[in-house]
């Protein structure tokens, strides 16, 4: 039983919306994307959400070739990560290295890897999970992100040898000179080639590199979160814990996210042996613990959690934890 759903993170979508709110005045409110989604840099958004909004930031800004516009803020040092630098390293090949393994925790369901063809490298990007305008734009904010990581070694002049973009071209003249060189587009998958001899192109003197990786526990568990597609369980969890932000978890809200029928999501819950209140719960008063770990008051807790007032929230608490949440807090603040 399948959800084939993928995930990515508040922090690796941000910088759209940064640069979009900067260049064109438009941002996450206009598309009704609550305030408390965006405060959340780890938070998982289900990626045929991120495609709607793709689409409809083009529609708002009348600019179907908005990405390039944004090419300044499509940038790994634009993600806010605490304790991760993926530009940290001495050449090229380590930062690659780094970034293809380290975006799984990231976005779900995508490849990034690299593939050689003689002296040509090419640093490729696959994401099945986006489609028509959408899957467009997609391959332009990667390919626009991975050049600005290969300029960050080689000068903001570099020009990779052919650019591949997935979808539907748009904007061919604006994107050409962007990436300075050939670009084909209705490619198999998103491309940047490039010399062999760039792998090993070393940082400048005068920037920093081989950074420790520092950072508390707590946001350490949170990149271990990333569901992959084909784990249906996890998948289900994340995108029940998605929906809080637009209110207490509802099955209807939760199959339209899914794309399938209100009685199609009872049956997979079934089939999984789970219940939709039982799960939605135990998800909701896990996330209260994690906001707790993280400092947030009761009231502001229930706030977040969507609830009405803090008594509906300490109830319901209550019924699955067999304390109020004052009575937890206060044996973590006792353990501590």
């Excluded at 040509?120 to 305008?133: D, L, S």
């Amino acid at each position: 039983m399948k959800f084939n759903t993928s995930f990515i993170r508040v922090c690796y979508l941000k910088p759209v919306f940064d640069g979009m709110q900067q260049i064109f005045g438009i941002g996450y409110r206009d598309l009704n994307i609550p305030q408390t989604l965006m405060q959340e840099p780890m938070a998982l958004i289900p990626f045929t959400q991120v495609g709607h909004w793709l689409t409809e930031l083009a529609e708002l800004s009348q600019d179907p070739c908005y990405m390039v516009k944004l090419s300044e803020y499509l940038h790994f040092n634009r993600l806010e990560i605490t304790g991760i630098d993926p530009l940290a390293t001495p050449d090229v090949a380590m930062s690659i290295r780094r970034i293809n393994y380290g975006v799984v925790s990231l976005h779900s369901g995508a490849s990034y890897y690299v593939s050689q063809s003689a002296k040509i490298m090419k640093w490729c990007y696959k994401n099945p999970y986006v489609f028509k305008q959408q899957k467009s734009l997609d391959s332009l904010r990667v390919a626009i992100t991975l050049l600005n990581a290969q300029r960050h070694f080689l000068g903001k002049d570099y020009r990779p040898i052919r650019v591949q973009l997935s979808g539907s071209a748009i904007g061919h003249e604006q994107v050409s000179e962007l990436f300075g060189s050939p670009v084909v587009w209705n490619a198999a998958q998103t491309e940047i080639w490039f010399d062999i001899d760039e792998m090993v192109h070393s940082i400048s003197p005068d920037q920093e590199f081989n950074a420790p990786v520092t950072m508390p526990r707590s946001l350490f568990e949170k990149y271990l979160n990333m569901p992959q597609p084909h784990d249906a369980p996890k998948v289900l969890f994340e995108m029940i814990n998605y929906s809080r932000f637009y209110g207490l978890p509802k099955v209807k809200a939760v199959a339209k996210l899914f794309n399938i029928s209100e009685q199609q999501l009872q049956r997979r819950l079934q089939y999984l042996g789970l219940s939709f209140s039982t799960i939605s719960n135990y998800i909701i008063s896990n996330q209260a613990i994690k906001y707790m770990l993280d400092g947030k008051e009761i009231d502001e807790i229930a706030s977040l959690l969507g609830y009405a007032n803090q008594q509906s929230f300490s109830r319901a608490f209550k019924r699955l934890r067999r304390c109020t949440p004052q009575q937890y807090l206060d044996r973590l603040n006792l353990k501590k």
